[in-house]
């Protein structure tokens, strides 16, 4: 089916709230990519129609390994659509669904990837606002992808403060549910902890408390996980890690404790066939 021209849709790979996702030919390169089609309803609606575009004039600007990449956008016939790498791997929520919880290292390692992908972010002035398992891809080769900006906002001086974003109650930080102005990268560090507590446990994030501790993790779990989690979810900004580049030094102190030399490479293939889990 030829409904975008130059793609040809060959299947679903979700139904979303606003939009579907179809795995498409592109018949210029002759690769696979992800076509993100607004429904047609929401072609109507003002916001929908600006989140969209702000999506995809935000990945095609942006060019990072942690962040899908995004190669045009346009409508037609009333489709507003945004043409994306396609990632062949699962979501972290589907690779959680099927494989169960991922080990110590593995989890560390996501912690690392999408640290790095909030850090670029943060210094373009981004923040992602709905960073869940859902919105994380596991690409091939141990790589994870932060796709899914229809939340994004930019971090502009006197944006306005109705600009608030809502992510997903779960993993969205408490600052941002209250609809404070200001919300920065912390956010999204939050949202990076909530989705290595649903990694490494294997259930979801109980809600957030705002004057209340992080959520409690048993000792079943490693104690570097437990606090990397801890100190993404704090609800009180004061107690969470204020920065990615913070994470990052504890995540590669730990790695050289345990033995795995400097971070920065490549995942090992352990931990790359832990994220594919389904595929092996
Ligand atoms: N580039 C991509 N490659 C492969 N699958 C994708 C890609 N982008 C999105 N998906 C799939 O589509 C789903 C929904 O995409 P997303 O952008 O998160 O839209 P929604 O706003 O509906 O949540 C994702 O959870 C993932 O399963
Ligand atoms: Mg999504």
Not at 50 to 74: C, F, N, Q
Not at 247 to 253: C, M, W, Y
Request: proline letters at 8%; glycine letters at 12%.
């Amino acid at each position: 089916m030829e409904a975008i021209p130059g793609y040809v849709i060959d299947r679903k790979l979700s139904s979303g709230g606003t939009a579907g996702v179809y795995r498409a030919l592109d018949l210029e390169s002759g690769r696979h990519v992800a076509l993100k089609i607004l429904f047609p309803k929401w072609s109507k609606d003002p916001k929908a129609l600006e989140l969209m575009e702000r999506e995809a004039w935000l990945l095609k600007s942006m060019d990072h390994p942690g962040v899908v990449r995004g190669l045009a956008s346009g409508h037609w016939r009333g489709l507003h659509w945004l043409a994306m790498e396609f990632v062949a791997g699962p979501t972290a929520l589907d690779r959680v669904h099927r494989g169960g919880p991922l080990s110590a290292p593995a989890v560390l390692e996501l912690g690392r990837q999408l640290g790095e992908a909030v850090r670029f972010l943060g210094r373009r002035g981004v923040v992602h606002g709905d960073i869940k398992p859902a919105n994380v891809l596991l690409a091939p080769g141990g790589r994870a992808k932060l796709c899914d900006f229809g939340f994004a906002r930019l971090l502009r001086a006197g944006s306005p403060p109705d600009e608030a974003v809502f992510g997903t109650v779960a993993y969205a930080a408490p600052e941002q549910m209250e609809g404070e102005p200001g919300v920065d990268s912390r956010a999204d560090l939050y949202g990076v902890g909530a989705t290595l507590y649903h990694m490494a446990t294997g259930r979801m994030p109980p809600l957030p408390d705002k004057w209340g501790a992080p959520p409690l993790i048993g000792p079943e779990i490693a104690r570097e996980v437990r606090w990397v989690v801890q100190r993404l979810m704090a609800p009180d900004l004061r107690q969470r890690y204020r920065s990615a580049d913070l994470l990052l030094g504890d995540l590669d102190h730990m790695k050289r404790l345990r033995g795995g030399g400097r971070g920065g490479a490549a995942p090992s293939a352990r931990v790359a066939d832990e994220f594919h889990w389904e595929f092996n």
